[in-house]
């Protein structure tokens, strides 16, 4: 099962545009007061790995809460780490999952994308509760932005045959078709998909060469646009024309 990862980590103003240097980091002495470093850690389950993800896409979210030399506080144990998303549909940061022992984090819910969102981990910081143990103060990590398309299936069976499905409500709505004319993409067709959300069309071949479309499914608030390019061409060796596209 292939895996990807997107990362963030706390927001650190005094690390930025500083080069990184190995440094030996000291364990810390008992008893301090710190805010730690939360991460957090998108893993992306299913096609596409990489962004903007497909509607219903699988992922699971981990991460880690250590002090200010990246080591883990296995001493104090206490505290709770929040996952949480932030969506247009629902614009306030809102816990979706819990982890109550929260040095190394792992949040997996069966989570799957359904619209554009982010997603954070906050940690509820944890006060000592003897004099050998550290103080941790509430933190949070960055934002990690997963755009979303809708659910396209597209396919080309035959020729220059397109058809497919769009999903969830995209019923009697458009899909865009754009021409490659020198440098720019300019308008060819916009077609309708049925009330189930199906569309179906054949694109024009050149008798010589290739001629290049972008086939997209227009995005809004709640999602991205989804887009595929390829081209039409005949062929001397084939009866009909044909098309080869991008998935």
């Known amino acids: 099962m292939r895996i990807t990862r997107l990362v963030a980590g706390t927001v650190t103003a005094g690390l930025l545009g500083v080069t990184p240097i190995a440094i030996s980091a000291p364990a810390h002495a008992d008893g301090q007061t710190y805010t730690p470093t939360v991460t957090a850690e998108l893993n992306v389950t299913d096609s596409p790995y990489e962004a903007p993800f497909m509607y219903g896409g699988g992922f699971y979210v981990t991460g880690t809460v250590t002090d200010p030399n990246g080591l883990y506080d296995n001493g104090n144990p206490a505290g709770v780490a929040y996952l949480q998303v932030y969506t247009a549909s629902n614009p306030v940061w809102t816990t979706i999952a819990t982890d109550a022992f929260p040095s190394t984090l792992f949040f997996d819910g069966d989570f799957t994308f359904s619209e554009n969102a982010q997603y954070k981990v906050v940690f509820s910081g944890a006060p000592a509760r003897s004099g050998v143990e550290d103080t941790l103060l509430p933190a949070e990590s960055v934002a990690i932005a997963a755009p979303v398309t809708r659910k396209v299936v597209f396919s080309n069976p035959r020729g220059t045959l397109i058809k497919g499905k769009v999903t969830p409500n995209y019923g009697k709505k458009k899909i865009k078709v754009q021409k490659r004319v020198g440098k720019k993409w300019k308008k060819f067709n916009t077609y309708k998909t049925t009330s189930a959300g199906k569309y179906r069309f054949t694109l024009p ?43």
Do not use: D, H, L, M
């Open 205 to 247: 071949a050149p008798r010589r060469g290739k001629t290049q479309f972008k086939i997209s499914v227009p995005g809004n608030a709640q999602y991205t646009t989804w887009e595929t390019t390829g081209y039409t061409y005949s062929s001397r060796t084939a009866v009909a024309p044909r098309a080869a596209f991008t998935r």
